[in-house]
């Protein structure tokens, strides 16, 4: 909402924590919150933090890429960073507004090509990193950025992804976020997609104490695509809720959609998709998967992945499977002289590379292969 | 719209649209209260211990908010319903005994036919009450009760009090503690150890009063080993204003027993049909839910099944037609507590001038429960630009050795397949019927035969008006 811009960018912090606080935390009867107790969340240490005249960012960015990159201007910055909806989650970004820093913000302008940026942040404390991308028309560019905890104990965050993409505008965007066991983590990463954009999204968590991410793909121009692939590793007691939206407002637009959940010792993974297909949206294609592979008695998987498809003419479907490793397929490993743990650990291996296959950067592959690889070979073993 | 699609409102309402003159022995007023629970009870004679089970469910119905993450239902008046309407002073068991009315109604609607042709045993009942029941004598020989749900109540007291409410107990769900208040006929049934009734059990449900509640509640018992269908059918004439249909079905299925509960739903388009459907499967037993809601302004059913003991299975089937104004919501729950359970949902839903339908599903596989399988199919098709398909599973996994699968799709007909059809010379209608035909036949091919051409045929009455 344009209304909304001024407010947003002259609101000083503390009228954002008023709001915060008068927002109610989300109560645990709303659809979305059914399945991870928001009570859990350290509210409390968040507005303290945000209370203080000045405070540390409790963030280390690191960035590295090959050109130097351009800002976005602060009317962009604005109606990009605007809090459009209220919604069950609004008292996260009232919170994140009241503390957010820093703001990473590039333009990716239209001459650069196949061009890779890698953003690094250091998480040390009660934290609120923002990172936004706004795409020119004709740029192609691969995007790296992790979160990740500076200590190993708690290192609460409240992040914010924004990317915007132009018309035509290429982008190959990859997230992690391997954060302390011990770190509540909230995030909302939001895409808009014009006409005949292409968005490649690739994400990998290893979950935490209590992990929730709202992951939404708007997709609102003719034309525009976009394909996502995720994958949560879990272990020990580590949880991570992900919830997706690909929003179809537009005709003949394309979203693909992979979500896996790999779940060791009493790790529990819930996945919340949604396909909204609007009247207007002719033609989409659309497809949501939702894969789990539980190689513990007590891992705990959900998956809801919902539909709501209000145009006829469209290809919409979604999957969801929820199974160990095949006896079949182990057994094959055993005879070929495998230990039962070697031969787990090998079909986990094999249902994680069909998510990192896709990831075009050689290292950030090679790295989110061996934190699988740890997870479960710690858990097998 | 065109001559065509006028004739087949006509038929269809001619079929099923009309009402007789309101004429009973008791109508009560509009309005819920204790005294109302309290007369209902008395009226039935019914022994204290259920009068108390009735008021206490209506405080619990009291207390409970409306269920707010379905269907809208904010148009539900709970003011502005009869709850009780007493047609008979009794069930009849010669169908020449039951008022004239009545009858008129149920001979209209082919009910005499059908049990003569092919039916163990016949249900109706009209507005609260049971009017008339039948079982042939052969399965009576045999042990099996058929009976109203009051009538059970009244001569196998032990039996009714040990399952009564066991399954869907009123705390449930506001809607379901609504009916243990106010309950009144359904079906009563008991298969003993062994039996196998081999041909269908049938109710028939009617509301015919203006602003009409029907609370049936029905309960069933297959004992271990033994093997029942029961099908039900479900009309009402088309009123300006609406009526509520909020029924309890309980189905205890014991070791090694088969039941099939099949639901053909054609109310009219002023009817919100809110139903609690729940069956327990004990080892190896296998529950079958059929259920086809093709009318109705609004349906929320999910028929669900416990499986409880090991090697028990579950089948659901389900058909979703929503047309103008029309909101089904229809779907299932299965929750597996016991190894080497499976379950099987396919679902098939059409959504028509601007019509919506919704899949709501729940699985859950508890710890413990190894070796459970779980396959999951939900269909849509949308008929048009103007209409709404929706898809909402929820799946809930706490055992490693489980393999559970769900896939859904919505689309609409293939420009191909229609060309290829008129290319042999079907009309546009006639061969979107046909591939509608097609789309439900898993389901409709489960049906016994003559309502399988009957469910063929209101789909094809739906389907005329589709084009052109």
């Keep these: 909402m344009d209304s909304q811009i001024p407010a947003l960018t002259s609101t000083p912090r503390t009228s954002a924590l008023e709001i915060a606080q008068q927002t109610a935390i989300p109560d645990r009867k709303q659809e979305d919150w059914r399945h991870l107790d928001p009570q859990a969340f350290p509210w409390e240490e968040f507005e303290q933090a945000a209370l203080q005249e000045y405070r540390q960012p409790c963030v280390d960015s690191q960035v590295e890429s090959g050109v130097v990159l351009p800002t976005i201007d602060a009317a962009k910055l604005a109606q990009i960073l605007a809090i459009r909806e209220e919604d069950a989650d609004s008292k996260f970004l009232y919170l994140h507004r009241a503390l957010t820093s820093p703001i990473v913000a590039y333009r990716i302008p239209g001459n650069l090509r196949d061009g890779a940026i890698r953003i690094v942040q250091r998480i040390s404390g009660p934290a609120a990193p923002t990172i936004v991308l706004y795409v020119e028309s004709g740029a192609d560019a691969i995007v790296y950025h992790r979160w990740e905890s500076e200590t190993s104990g708690a290192t609460p965050m409240i992040g914010r992804i924004e990317i915007m993409l132009e018309r035509g505008a290429r982008l190959q965007f990859l997230h992690e976020d391997q954060l302390s066991a011990a770190s509540p983590l909230y995030y909302r990463a939001h895409t808009q997609l014009a006409e005949n954009a292409h968005l490649d999204w690739g994400v990998f968590t290893t979950g935490s104490v209590w992990h929730a991410a709202k992951m939404t793909i708007d997709l609102q121009g003719a034309g525009a695509e976009s394909t996502t692939y995720g994958l949560f590793c879990g272990a020990g007691a580590r949880t991570a809720e992900h919830r997706t939206v690909q929003n179809h407002a537009c005709p003949r637009a394309k979203s693909d959609l992979v979500f896996k959940s790999l779940l060791a010792g009493k790790s529990h993974s819930v996945y919340q998709g949604m396909i909204r297909v609007e009247k207007a949206a002719q033609r989409t294609d659309a497809y949501q998967a939702s894969r789990n592979l539980i190689l513990s008695p007590t891992a705990h998987a959900e998956t809801i992945p919902r539909l709501e498809i209000l145009a006829d003419d469209v290809r919409c479907s979604h999957g969801a499977t929820v199974g160990t490793v095949d006896v079949n397929m182990l057994f094959y490993l055993m005879t070929r002289g495998l230990s039962r743990a070697q031969a787990l650990a090998m079909a986990a291996e094999g249902f994680a590379e069909e998510v990192i296959r896709r990831v075009p950067l050689k290292d950030i592959a090679a790295r989110w292969r061996s934190a699988v690889q740890q997870t479960i070979g710690n858990n097998l073993a | ?468």
């Excluded at chain 2, 609504?178 to 109710?203: D, E, M, R």
């Excluded at chain 2, 190896?284 to 999910?302: F, H, P, Q």
């Design chain 2, 1 to 468: 719209m065109s001559n065509k699609a006028v004739d087949s409102d006509i038929d269809n309402y001619e079929r099923y649209g009309f009402h007789q003159p309101e004429k009973y022995l008791v109508k009560m007023d509009k309005g819920l209260s204790r005294r109302v629970v309290e007369e209902i009870s008395a009226y039935k004679n019914e022994p204290s211990w259920m009068r108390d089970f009735r008021l206490k469910s209506l405080d619990i119905f009291l207390s409970k908010p409306m269920p707010t993450w379905g269907a809208d239902l904010s148009g539900v008046d709970f003011d502005n319903i009869h709850y009780y309407v007493r047609p008979t002073d009794r069930p009849q068991h010669n169908w020449d005994d039951v008022p004239e009315d009545i009858k008129n109604t149920f001979d209209k609607l082919g009910i005499p036919e059908a049990e003569k042709k092919f039916l163990a045993g016949v249900g109706a009942q009209y507005e609260s009450e049971m009017v008339y029941h039948s079982l042939q004598k052969q399965w009576e020989e045999l042990g099996v009760i058929f009976l109203d749900t009051d009538t059970g109540l009244r001569d196998h007291p032990d039996i009714f009090r040990k399952y009564f409410a066991s399954i869907v107990p009123p705390s449930d769900n506001k809607l379901a503690a609504l009916n243990s208040a106010v309950w009144s006929g359904g079906s009563f049934i008991y298969i003993p150890p062994g039996v196998h009734v081999t041909i269908p059990l049938q109710a028939y449900f009617r509301i015919n009063a203006q602003n009409m509640g029907q609370f049936e509640r029905t309960l069933i018992i297959a004992d271990e080993g033994s093997n029942v269908h029961y099908v039900e059918g479900c009309t009402a004439p088309v009123y300006s204003s609406d009526s509520l249909h909020a029924a309890v079905v309980e189905c205890i299925v014991k070791k090694g027993a088969r039941m099939r509960y099949t639901t053909i739903q054609n109310w009219s388009r002023n009817v919100y049909n809110l139903v609690t459907k729940r069956a327990i499967a004990e080892d190896d037993a296998i529950v079958e839910w059929v259920d086809c809601n093709l009318g109705s302004k609004m349906t929320m059913k999910y028929p669900a099944v416990f499986l409880k003991g090991k090697g028990a299975r579950a089948d659901i089937l389900s058909v979703a037609y929503a047309g103008s104004g029309q909101h089904i919501e229809a779907g299932s729950k299965i929750i597996h507590s016991a190894p080497h359970t499976t379950s099987v949902v396919v679902s098939k839903s059409i959504s028509r001038g601007g019509g919506r339908t919704s899949y709501r599903g729940l699985l859950k596989i508890l710890n413990g429960a190894v070796g459970s399988k779980s396959s999951v199919r939900c269909d849509a098709l949308l008929m048009d630009e103007m209409s709404r398909s929706d898809t909402y599973p929820y799946m809930d996994v706490k055992e490693e050795k489980v393999t559970l699968g769900h896939e859904a799709t919505v689309s609409r007909i293939g420009d191909e397949q229609l060309f290829y059809l008129m290319s042999r010379a079907l009309s546009q209608a006639q061969a979107t019927a046909l591939i509608v035909q097609g789309f439900i036949e898993p389901v409709v091919k489960e049906l016994p035969m003559e309502y399988a051409l009957e469910m063929n045929r209101l789909i094809q009455l739906q389907m005329e008006g589709s084009v052109g």
